[in-house]
Every structure is written in C-alpha cells, then in structure tokens.
Nanobody, 116 residues
Framework: EVQLVESGGGLVQPGGSLRLSCATSGFTFSNSAMSWVRQAPGKGLEWVSS????????YYAESVKGRFTISTDNAKNTLYLQMNSLKSEDTAVYYCARGLLEFNDWGQGTQVTVSS
C-alpha cells in the first residue's frame, strides 16, 4: 500500500521559512517522480514543484522559483520542500504526490499559513 505522509507545516511570518517533509512507503521511491502541489483557500490545485528521484532534476512553478527548493533523501524515502522568503500568497494546504504531470497517489496535506 502506497503511503505519503506530509509534515512540517505551520504558521510563519512573511519572509520566514519552513521545511516540509513527505515520508513515503509502499513503492520504489528512489526510482519515482514526486511532486508538491498546493491548494490555497477557495482556489484550485496549483502545481509547485517536481523531481525525478533518480536523477534529481528539479522543476518549479514560476511563483516559487528562487524561493523554494525540492530535494530528496532516497535512503529515508523522504521528499522535502524548503520554503524561504514566504509570502502571504503561499498560504495553502501543501500536498505531496507521486507522479509528474499526472498524480497517482496523494498525501493528506499539511497546512502552511503565512501571516503576521
């Protein structure tokens, strides 16, 4: 059974940082495509970042490029999203998902709130 469990969300002031984690199991993480997708209040899903875990080539949405960094620890089967210089518009539920353009499996999400 595939499991994706996000953690690391919380309340942070504008300009602050958070690191999200996604612990995975049930599939070969080191040879997979993984993504972060977010949903802001009252809005649809927005793709944030992706990476193929074997070649570790990151892709970013323009809205987060230069501020967010996706990474993996293949020994721990864990995906990360380091978020710096956070803005109020980054407030959303952040989901870890398996896949690139299409997502086969999703985590439960972790709330990130950027507010002073």
């Amino acid at each position: 059974e595939v499991q994706l469990v996000e953690s690391g969300g919380g309340l942070v002031q504008p300009g602050g940082s958070l690191r999200l984690s996604c612990a995975t199991s049930g599939f070969t993480f080191s040879n997979s495509a993984m993504s972060w997708v977010r949903q802001a209040p009252g809005k649809g899903l927005e793709w944030v970042s992706s990476m193929k875990t074997d070649i570790r080539n990151p892709y970013y949405a323009e809205s987060v490029k230069g501020r967010f960094t996706i990474s993996t620890d293949n020994a721990k089967n864990t995906l990360y999203l380091q978020m710096n210089s956070l803005k109020s518009e980054d407030t959303a539920v952040y989901y870890c998902a398996r896949g690139l353009l299409e997502f086969n499996d999703w985590g439960q999400g972790t709330q990130v709130t950027v507010s002073s």
